[in-house]
């Protein structure tokens, strides 16, 4: 099965730095997925990471670890409309089954 | 607009009645995902069609069952409602037959009363 951990909510200030944390457990690892979903509207895709190491997409950054079973999603020079839920996916390898976690509310304020 | 078209927005019925949830996925993609997500909840991964046939299966009920037509698109239908399947039910597409970068549509927000 798989498990996949993330903070429920974070705060942080505009123009600021955060970082969301995902850990997971699964039997088959096959590629770990960020997502951005604002209130009431559909997710949407923000990065993909299937080797260790740091992706950069402007001012968002994500990292993966596999050996912990680990991943971070960095945002820079925070915005009001970041003020989102960030789902951290994973897909596993037998199944070809993308699991999200629950998800981490981001609250930016002024 | 991720080109991932869902009907209806909006459905309100009550408990014991059944309901049908359209998905049209975007031009070219072969896989249709359907997932749960109630108040406060993650998505919940219900199932995976690719190319007409079932791909994946997750946490779906026995009173939900899914079907992707030869035109691609897919239909969720949920049968002897109750108030807890009240939730928004989104449908994603993708290209190939493993999930990589979904496109979701907006959602079917079910109200079960």
Redesign the interface.
Known sequence: GQNIDQPTEMTATEGAIVQINCTYQTSGFNGLFWYQQHAGEAPTFLSYNVLDGLEEKGRFSSFLSRSKGYSYLLLKELQMKDSASYLCAVRDENTDKLIFGTGTRLQVFP | D?GVTQTPKHLITATGQRVTLRCSPRSGDLSV?W?QQSLD?????LI?YYNGEE??K?NILERFSAQQFPDLHSELNLSSLELGDSALY?CASSHG???????????SRLTVL
């Open positions: 991720s995902y997932y909840q993650g998505l919940q991964f995976q791909r994946a997750g989104f037959g493993a999930p990589g970068e979904l496109f979701f549509g907006e959602g």
